[in-house]
């Protein structure tokens, strides 16, 4: 049965008010709250059976049949909300707005809240490390605005971006962008690629919202940053009915202030996520994070994605890393301090938009007890920062706050003995019946003389005078006794006198539950108005502790402090890569990197598995780290600004979008010469690998050659083709290295050292070798190989495509020939070489 189908005269009045508040929420699907469930009716209800594995059943709403629907109990809600929301399904939560009890007409209803992918608040649904945004984009032709929130933590953001798709796609991945407004639905094409290549949710929404909230915009004049704020109020606020009370001001973001990375850039150095397992394990945030607090943890993710440019600010990190490393029983007394705290900017914004509970607030105070520890060590390290140390909320939270507060908020036990003296009456009541219950009984016992006699209390029955059978004569008629309940074994009486004191004890218990609500709703109110400043401070010990984290860092892992040139000048010496020589079992070989001024480009050969690709990473990842400020893996290093690091390493087909390598690799390089100053770093990796080899050879060259004639920025290439090394004597400003390798008896050993000039041999077959592959298989190569270097040196022009010839003369061993000449041992894992191997020999058994 359809929802619009119904005849709404027939209803009944809860369905009647059910078919109203779901008009307002059509897009979403409504939880509809009656009495201890959620009930959830027609399509809704047919889709989360379906989605969330409920059964379906009905429910009489006044029409003939029953109306498809399900429930689930208002206590273990989240879990499926969650679920809808991570496949990315909006849920609206319509709620019973006064109590069922005070009133015998039907209660009113109304959605509180709703929730979409980008505006999560509940801590449990959130990962710490990452920011939650929710983002709103305009499209002006020239320029895209973009505002992102994420309101678990109340920070705003406001940018302007060149008119490229690319980048804009490439900043909202990098910000991990989980939701997107859009003001209308004309760009289909946007739309298609974040909804169905990044699993991006999109929203359409037209209005900004207006006179409301203008503190997070007030102090800017630029009307585009101002109209981008406002459209995403207006989602936040009228469709999604947040409280933004704790939101900061929202903070101006100038691209151009950072260093630049695309998103290929971000992946391929592995910069918060691995590129086989997308795992954070193994990435370099890994490495880099000691951080104590959640909000640390963000803050360095965020400076490790957004390096800066600014050489004062860069250097003030390097000082703050120094000065707290010469510090080291100030820096373990502040770690130690950092690791009580917990999450206060989310704490701040369950405050106005979630549903705050007593252990909330519990470790708002356990954190705010370390403040005036932290503000001390600050001053003791000089730092130029300080911090509020709250005390007011502190004596507030400690004067108020039951040490071990139950879940729910509506269960009485939050507020402490002393904080409000109309509580502790009510209390003394409470406990003051339950004494008056024990003297009753003893009275009781001897006025009747019945020994056995019990005073009790039940859920169903209330209060009880228990009589066993055998004693019931002995009940005086005059105490006008009434039975409520009778058992085998006896009989359960009510005297008028207990009756009265039940009443107000009952009463007591009630009351003091709704008074304990009503105070907890004032501290909330109190700590709210202390919210800006309480997020101020959490930004200031986020800070403080991504900075340690830097300095635990380079500590541990013997980073130096790079010094930074402005004349184009790169001097590392014994660079390492720092998450490799972390995980690998061998001995990590330190190799230098040095461009003077006159050299641009270094053009790398060396055998496959020989480093090449290691070698470029590091050099990017040491300049990243440098540029947020962190020390660096080498024994030293002079580094120039970076303003855009590009990159185009190994073979990572966009399988989302189905283009090949090749296709990809173009497009790349495209970007980095489109896009490269002098001041950039471009890394690019065995270019032109995806196509035919003469293909693929000329465009490197002529890539490279333009990249070092017209960009003339700071370049590694590697490359296969050594054909290409003839360049450096073209063109003064590019400089050949290799990575050696020493060749024994037939095999190979990795060196990992860089050396100068050019290799002319490839060692692929050593390799093949290495990997397993059968004797038969490597001797046929090294025949062709040389068949091949015979003929290059008669006619080096002519294209010549590779026959792979092997003495397989019947049918079914073809099939045989073709996979092998699928293959590519020299991008072969060792393992796959091997399974390979299995397979080919298991073929050949079986015939
Ligand atoms: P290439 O790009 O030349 O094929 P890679 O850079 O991918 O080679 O390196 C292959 C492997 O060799 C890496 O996974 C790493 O384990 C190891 N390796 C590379 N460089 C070094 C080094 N400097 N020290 C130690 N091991 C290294
Ligand atoms: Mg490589």
Request: glycine letters at 4%.
């Amino acid at each position: 049965m359809k929802r619009s189908e119904v005849d709404i005269k027939k209803l009944s009045p809860m369905m009647v008010q059910y078919m109203e508040i779901k008009e307002q929420y059509k897009e979403e699907i409504l939880f509809y709250r009656v009495g201890d469930f959620y009930e959830l009716f027609f399509e809704d209800g047919e889709l989360a059976s379906r989605e969330l594995e409920l059964t379906l059943t009905g429910k009489n709403a006044g029409l003939e049949e029953r109306v498809p629907m399900c429930g689930v109990p208002f206590h273990s809600v989240k879990p499926y909300v969650e679920k809808l929301v991570n496949k990315g399904y909006k849920v609206a939560i319509c709620e019973q707005l006064e109590d069922a009890k005070d009133n015998k007409k039907m209660v009113k209803r109304g959605v509180t809240q709703v929730i979409s992918k980008g505006t999560v608040v509940d801590l449990e649904l959130l990962n710490e490390h990452d920011n939650h945004f929710i983002a709103s984009i305009e499209d002006f032709t020239y320029i895209y605005t973009i505002c992102y929130a994420d309101i678990s933590t109340g920070s705003i953001y406001v940018s302007i971006l060149p008119h490229q798709k690319e980048k804009l796609i490439s900043t909202l991945l990098n910000l991990g962008i989980l939701e997107v407004v859009l003001k209308n639905k004309e760009d289909y094409n946007l739309i298609a690629t974040l909804k169905g290549s990044y699993g991006i949710e999109v929203s359409i929404c037209e209005e900004e919202l207006e006179g409301k909230y203008t503190a997070i915009y007030d102090s800017l004049e630029e009307e585009h940053y101002i109209h981008a704020i406002k459209h995403l109020l207006y989602y936040l606020v009228v469709k999604e009915l947040k409280d933004l009370s704790h939101m900061k001001p929202a903070e101006v973001i100038i691209p151009d202030d950072y260093l630049m990375m695309d998103v290929h850039t971000v992946r391929n150095l592995e910069l918060i996520e691995t590129l086989r397992l997308k795992e954070r394990t193994y990435s370099l945030i890994w490495l880099l994070d000691k951080t104590k607090t959640s909000m640390g943890s963000r803050k360095l993710k965020y400076w490790l994605m957004n390096p800066l440019k600014n050489k004062e600010k860069i250097i003030e990190r390097y000082n703050k890393i120094e000065k707290l490393n010469s510090e080291f029983i100030l820096k373990d007394t502040l770690r130690n301090s950092l690791y009580q705290i917990y999450d206060i900017e989310r704490l701040c914004g369950k405050i106005t938009c979630g549903t705050l509970n007593g252990r909330d607030l519990l470790q708002l105070k356990i954190s705010l007890k370390e403040l005036p520890t932290i503000k001390e060590i600050m001053e003791q390290l000089h730092f130029k920062e300080t911090i509020k140390t709250h005390e007011n909320i502190y004596n507030l939270l400690e004067q108020a706050i039951y040490e071990n507060p139950p879940v729910t908020i509506k269960e009485g036990y939050l507020i402490k003995d002393g904080y409000n003296k109309e509580l502790d009456e009510l209390k003394s009541i409470r406990s003051g019946g339950k004494e008056f219950i024990a003297s009753f009984e003893a009275k009781l016992k001897e006025e009747t003389g019945i020994k056995n006699l019990k005073v009790g209390f039940n859920k169903v029955f209330g209060y009880y005078i228990e009589i066993t059978k055998g004693q019931l004569g002995n009940v005086p008629e005059t105490l006008h006794w009434e039975r409520r309940q009778t058992l085998t074994g006896c009989e359960r009486y009510i005297s008028p006198e207990l009756k009265e004191k039940e009443a107000m004890i009952l009463n007591a218990e009630e009351k003091i539950i709704d008074m304990e609500y009503k105070l907890f709703c004032e501290i909330k109110e109190t700590i709210k108005k202390e919210l800006l400043e309480l997020k101020d401070t959490a930004n200031q010990i986020a800070l403080l502790d991504a900075i340690t984290s830097l300095a635990v860092v380079a500590e541990e892992y013997h980073f130096v402090r790079p010094e930074l040139n402005e004349t184009h000048f790169i001097d590392i010496k014994n660079g390492r890569h720092p998450v490799i020589e972390k995980v690998s079992n061998f001995e990590y070989v330190k190799n230098d990197c040095v461009m003077d001024s006159s050299i641009n480009t270094l053009l790398i050969t060396g055998p496959n598995m020989s480093g090449k690709s290691t070698f470029m990473r590091q050099l990017a990842i040491i300049v990243i780290l440098a540029q947020m400020g962190s020390f660096v893996p080498a024994d030293k290093a002079n580094l120039p600004i970076i303003d855009k690091i590009f990159t185009r390493i190994g073979a990572s087909d966009d399988l989302v979008s189905g283009e090949s390598t090749f296709m990809v690799e173009m497009k790349e390089a495209k970007n980095a010469i489109c896009n490269a100053t002098e001041d950039s770093l471009i890394l690019f990796d065995e270019l032109g690998r995806g196509t035919a080899t003469y293909d693929g050879m000329s465009l490197a060259e002529s890539i490279l050659e333009y990249v070092s004639k017209n960009i003339r920025c700071k370049t590694l290439f590697s490359t296969h083709y050594h054909e290409i090394t003839k360049l450096e004597h073209k063109i003064p400003s590019i400089k050949n290295i290799h990575v050696s390798a020493v060749e024994e008896n037939g095999t190979l050993t990795f060196l990992h050292k860089m050396k100068n000039g050019a290799v002319d041999k490839s060692y692929g077959i050593h390799v093949a070798k290495l990997a397993g592959l059968p004797e038969e298989v490597i001797k046929k190569a090294e025949e062709i190989l040389k068949e091949h270097e015979n003929e290059k040196a008669k006619e080096p022009k002519k294209e010549k495509q590779i026959q792979f010839t092997m003495d397989l003369e019947d049918k079914p061993k073809d099939d045989m020939k073709e996979k092998i000449k699928k293959i590519d041992p020299l991008h072969m894992t060792p393992m796959d070489a091997l399974n390979f191997v299995y397979e080919l020999k298991e073929e050949i058994k079986n015939r």
